[in-house]
């Protein structure tokens, strides 16, 4: 059975930073790629960050790109998000997900979810 746990949110001052991480379980081989989402109330679900299985495709959405950096470590099957200079805007609960196969950044392609954790960013 796979099981993804995430941890680090928070609630942290505008410019702050966040390490969010994934621990993942139940997977018969490393062929999955992992993705980071957010939903605000009100919002659709959205990729942030994504990470193929070999970790060197990745993908970030332009609101996040040079402030957020996905990586994954493949001995402990963990994923990382490193959000730095943290806003406002970027307050959203923060689900980590996985799929086999190929990198992909819509959340319907996903198999498997996290519980979530809550990111908030005051102002």
């Known amino acids: 059975q796979v099981q993804l746990v995430e941890s680090g949110g928070g609630l942290v001052q505008a410019g702050g930073s966040l390490r969010l991480s994934c621990a993942v379980s139940?997977?018969?081989?490393?062929?999955?790629?992992m993705g980071w989402f957010r939903q605000a109330p009100g919002n659709e679900r959205e990729c942030v960050a994504a990470?193929?299985?070999?970790?060197?495709?990745?993908y970030y959405a332009d609101s996040v790109k040079g402030r957020f950096t996905i990586s994954r470590d493949g001995a402990e099957n963990k994923v990382y998000l490193q959000m730095n200079n943290l806003q406002p805007e970027d307050t959203a609960v923060y689900y980590c997900?996985?799929?086999?196969?190929?990198?992909?950044?819509?959340?319907?392609?996903?198999?498997?979810w996290g519980q979530g954790t809550q990111v908030t960013v005051s102002s």
């Open positions: 997900a996985a799929k086999t196969g190929p990198l992909r950044i819509h959340h319907r392609e996903y198999d498997d």
């Open positions: 139940g997977y018969s081989s490393g062929n999955y790629a």
């Open positions: 990470i193929s299985y070999s970790g060197v495709g990745t």
